[in-house]
């Protein structure tokens, strides 16, 4: 994150408050899996496999898979009008889509589908050359550089660099207490309608700051030159979660 805007760090605090959010809600309707977690899903489903019970399997597998198709539908919207736009409004869709299924299907069906490709999706909100620059929901390698930078700021380094990787596993954090709270309260389809609503407010707040900055209508791969990313190394295949 070391040339990260301000409005940048606040935009990807908020969307990992926001993954943060859906990954309770899907947590607790699916009963211990995660909608943008992949890691962890891929230890569920090779001991789910590994010890014979191909029961709870299926499911664990078609969240990869949609998380999977999500990030590459991500990549695509990344590419046309306004990339970051165009990448939100996707995920907002995605969202919109799982709250109204489950008009017909039951809530677990349709978390266990739509909520992962929209994590999937909105992770390719920050791209840098093509790869993801912040990794909204990669919390385990935003943990490693925060110690990293921590010991940079005690020899010499950034003294305060480290927060900002900090605080995007915090935002996660919170998100996921708000998240647990509000599926209790309001029940899963409630709290979905409610992540579509604060997306529509983030993206409504990224459109006008991007045309007050003169930055709005480049896609990400014809931005480079024009908006500055944040600089964060793309997460090893362990960090992938």
């Not at 736009?85 to 869709?93: D, F, H, P, Y």
């Not at 919390?139 to 305060?160: D, I, Y």
């Amino acid at each position: 994150m070391r040339s990260a805007h301000r409005r940048e760090i606040a935009l990807a605090v908020t969307l990992s408050g926001i993954a943060g959010y859906l990954d309770a809600v899907g947590f607790l309707e699916l009963k211990g899996s995660f909608v943008s977690f992949m890691s962890g899903n891929t230890t569920e489903l090779a001991t789910q496999l590994g010890t014979g019970r191909l029961g709870g399997a299926g499911t664990v597998a078609s969240i990869l898979a949609m998380f999977f198709c999500g990030a590459v539908i991500g990549a695509i919207a990344a590419r046309f009008w306004d990339g970051r736009t165009t990448v939100l409004l996707t995920t907002t869709v995605l969202l919109a889509t799982s709250a109204l299924a489950c008009v017909f299907v039951a809530p677990s069906s349709a978390f266990a589908i739509g909520l992962p490709a929209a994590m999937g999706a909105m992770n390719s909100t920050f791209l840098r050359k093509g790869e993801v620059s912040i990794g909204l929901t990669y919390m385990t390698g935003t943990l490693v550089k925060a110690g990293q930078q921590l010991v940079e700021a005690f020899t010499g380094g950034p003294r305060m660099l480290w927060l900002r990787n900090l605080s995007l596993w915090f935002a996660l954090a919170v998100g996921g207490m708000i998240g647990a709270a509000t599926h209790d309260l309001t029940g899963p389809t409630s709290a979905v309608w409610i992540s579509v609503a604060a997306m529509l407010v983030v993206t409504a707040a990224t459109v006008a700051v991007r045309r007050r900055t003169g930055r709005f209508g480049v896609p990400s791969a014809g931005r480079a030159a024009r908006e500055t990313h944040v600089v964060h190394d793309p997460p090893s295949p362990d960090e992938v979660s």
